[in-house]
């Protein structure tokens, strides 16, 4: 498909199909995501395929209540999303039914191989992934593709230690995203919710805009 429409409607699947996704189709996502940048080449990216039920149920326990708790956390506004109410709602269906996702794919990295460059910074260190998500979008635009869904998350993130032991993730390399994927049972977006070019683009300084008129 046209790289464009890729990029605009590859979002984030809720809905899946139990049917299963060929290995030739994943074969092909993971040899053109492998393209990616990342900072020296290093390549830390290495990436696991869960489709054992037991797995993914194991997986699927443990994210459950950490996005029961974010969910508690939206209602109670003591977490500020910009997702709408359907959105959520979806996003709630999808927690429900993590386990029948016809696999996981967990993004997983090699930590040498990040070379972050802000982690002296007073604030959170976002280099590490940059050297992990473009992969991890290529990939998804790979299986969009091939017209397979996807949905990134990464709320597991924070049960590494559980998910390093279910997985036999050696010490030394990290979970950056676990991203389920399957056919799409509601079809895919036509139209993604993003910000105008006009509200994010500055020009020269920050804050002023660079475009001033709607583009097409
Ligand atoms: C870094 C990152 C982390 C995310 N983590 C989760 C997650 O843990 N659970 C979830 O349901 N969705 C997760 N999402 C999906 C976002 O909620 C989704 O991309 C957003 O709502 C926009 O959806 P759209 O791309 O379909 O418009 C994540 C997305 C990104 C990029």
């Known amino acids: 498909m046209e790289l464009t429409e890729a990029m605009r409607t590859v979002g984030t699947c809720r809905y899946f199909e139990t049917t299963p996704v060929p290995d030739d189709v994943l074969h092909q996502a993971f040899d053109v995501a492998r393209f990616g940048p990342q900072g020296g080449n290093r390549q830390p990216v290495r ?3 869960v489709r054992d039920a037991a797995r993914k149920q194991a997986l699927a326990d ?3 209540p950490m996005w029961k708790a974010y969910l508690a956390a939206v209602g109670a506004g003591t977490v500020n999303v910009g997702a709408l109410p359907k959105t959520v709602q979806d996003a709630d ?11 996981i794919v967990v993004a997983c990295a090699e930590i ?6 802000d982690t002296e910074l007073d604030r959170v260190s976002v280099v590490g992934g940059a050297s992990i998500y473009p992969t991890v ?5 790979a299986l969009r593709d091939q017209g397979v869904g996807s949905a990134v998350t990464t709320l597991l993130c924070h049960h590494e230690p559980a998910v390093s032991e279910l997985l ?10 676990h991203i389920a994927i399957g056919y799409p049972a509601k079809g895919f977006p036509r139209k993604l919710t993003r910000s105008p070019v006009e509200d ?4 020269e300084t920050f804050g002023r805009p660079y475009f001033t008129t709607a583009a097409v």
């Open 200 to 203: 994010i683009v500055a020009a």
């Open 168 to 177: 036999d993730i050696p010490a030394g390399v990290l979970t950056a995203a």
């Open 112 to 117: 040498d191989g990040l070379h972050p460059t």
């Open 93 to 103: 269906h999808f927690a429900e039914h993590l386990a029948q996702v016809p696999a």
């Open 62 to 64: 443990l994210y459950l």
């Open 47 to 49: 990436w696991i395929v």
């Open 137 to 141: 979008q290529n990939f998804c635009l």
